[in-house]
């Protein structure tokens, strides 16, 4: 089934879009998201089923919990497809979208921000590009300029071994550390620490790129967590914002090669 009849499918149902509602402030084990239904567990679980099918549902286990996470580069391909085109017409639709598509808050670190006072937040995505995954690492690593909307100069380098430097600059010699990369296994997996974090209310973060192999396409899964003082505008604006990045701007450049 073709990914947007599946999102569509996804939502057509009151008590899957309940259940996405669920997963808005952050991810939640299976029975945590079953309580608040009469409906069996078994039921419950089929309608899981197609929203993971639809990708709106990403699943990480944890031992023998299973967690959903949120993914909200689905709900973009929507609102790009079908709000966008008629956004002067259908403002008020982007308020209902935004319904569906708020921060995952990462519940692990709970214990950790009672302690010490700060937020912390999860983001989970996953978005398909297609293009081989030696590509796609490629753009990830040698051609951010291209891709990265939320840079000030007109260069943007990642060294990609350990220990090198995420950061932008220009030819007088000004720029921003960005952060620095913790792990390269080429064309698999990439991870960055971010020393100040994408926001000003962002004290550290650090973010995981994981790229599977799919018939010559490649499943991006990306994972992040924030520590910082993260109101809920700053949880929005990371989860929209990385949204933005992968499933926008990083997608175009590598089957379009459409510059940001």
Known sequence: MEQREAIWR????PTRRALLDGLKGGPRTTGQLCEPFSLSRYAIMKHLAVLVEAELVLVRRRGR???NYLNAVPIRLIY????????????TSLS?????????MGVNMNTMNNAVGVSA??????????????????????????????????????EAWPGGRFYE????????????????????????????GSLPSVRAGAHKYELEDDNGSTILKFSCQM???IDDDARACLQS????????????????????
């Not at 209902?96 to 995952?104: G, M, R």
């Open 10 to 13: 996804a939502l057509a149902d």
């Open 65 to 67: 919990e299973r967690w």
């Open 80 to 91: 790009e497809r079908w709000v966008k085109t008629f956004e002067g017409q259908w403002a």
């Open 96 to 104: 209902k979208l935004k319904d569906h598509s708020e921060s995952a």
């Open 121 to 158: 937040m999860t983001v989970e995505q996953q978005v398909t590009i297609n293009a081989p995954r030696e590509i796609v690492f490629d753009a990830l690593t040698k051609d951010i300029v291209k891709w990265w909307a939320f840079k000030e100069s007109a260069e943007m380098y990642l």
């Open 169 to 196: 600059g220009n030819s007088n010699g000004d720029g921003f550390l960005w952060g620095t990369v913790l792990e390269v296994r080429r064309p698999t997996v990439l991870r960055v620490s971010e020393l100040l």
């Open 227 to 229: 520590l910082g003082d």
């Open 241 to 260: 914002g990385w949204g933005e990045l992968l499933s926008t701007h990083l997608k175009n450049w590598v089957e379009k090669g459409v510059a940001c």
